[in-house]
């Protein structure tokens, strides 16, 4: 009577090929799957952003976004472009620095009107302070648009 070489039942080789292309399909996977390392979170009623890494919150920082009339669309969004010197193509050419932009035209960027920060006062983008844009930017920059979540919420 000769010996017969011990097989492994096929449901467990099946599982072990899945397990394996999951771990694959996670490695290569499309950006939008994995998380987003880099959170930016607008709140429009508060009129404050608030930059996560890795889930520490790193700024909270003051904006105006949309006045009356000029919404600033609300929703997740990742940047599709940036921009570091960008002027306004509709609003009289107006410097828009350190531009991130997530939604058509409307972008995350610096603004000469300090003074009006923490209130609305856009047409539909969202200002923060130069040095502020500076700082968000060289991070998207480093984490990238698929690592990079933003979030605008009522």
């Known amino acids: 009577m000769s010996a017969r070489p011990v097989r492994k039942p096929p449901g467990l ?3 072990a090929a899945l397990a394996w292309a999951a771990l ?29 890494l890795d889930g520490r919150t790193l700024h909270a920082w003051p904006v105006s976004t949309g006045r009356p009339g000029y919404g600033t669309p609300t929703g997740s969004y990742a940047p599709i472009r940036l ?9 009289n050419n107006a410097p828009m620095p350190h531009s991130i932009f997530f ?14 920060l923490g209130r609305p006062a856009s047409h ?12 968000l930017f060289d991070l998207v920059r480093r984490h990238g648009f698929s690592g990079t979540r933003i979030s605008i919420r009522r």
């Open 13 to 15: 080789r099946w599982l």
């Open 24 to 52: 694959v399909f996670l490695l290569m996977a499309p950006d939008a799957v994995r998380a987003a390392a880099l959170k930016v979170e607008i709140d429009l009623s508060a009129q404050e952003m608030h930059i996560q």
């Open 83 to 91: 921009e570091a010197k960008w002027y306004s193509r509709k609003y």
């Open 103 to 116: 939604r058509g035209g409307y972008a995350i960027h610096g603004t000469t009107e300090i003074s009006s």
């Open 124 to 135: 539909g983008c969202v200002r923060l302070h130069p040095d502020n844009a500076r700082i």
